[in-house]
């Protein structure tokens, strides 16, 4: 699957460091997004493979979405034998906090398209 989305084959050796590791894949990430360069984005397929092993979200005010890696799939943000709510309400925390920075002053700095365009009215920047 990663050879088929980045268009490069991974050449990982069973002795390599995370470090090593990493320095290949951001490498390779870096080359994908150098080769893509006046190429429109597909919105419909567009997706992101968040590398990081710790859990994280943000905001992307580029493509007007929430990023959140797969990370966030371990205690304590989730719990395989816990309520089905606490798990649903622990991941909709995530996201609507990061929702709101599509609001904030950062966010009122691009459109719903990833323009750069301020939406704000004069009112609300004050």
Known sequence: LLNRHYGVAFDFRENMTFLEMYHRMRKNEVQRMLSAIDIPRDWENFWM????GTPGAFYNSLANDVVISAAFLQKPFFDADAPAAFNFGSFAAVVGHELTHGFDVNGA????????HNWWSEESRQ
């Open 49 to 52: 493979l968040h590398l990081y």
């Open 109 to 116: 700095k691009r459109d719903a398209f990833g323009n750069s």
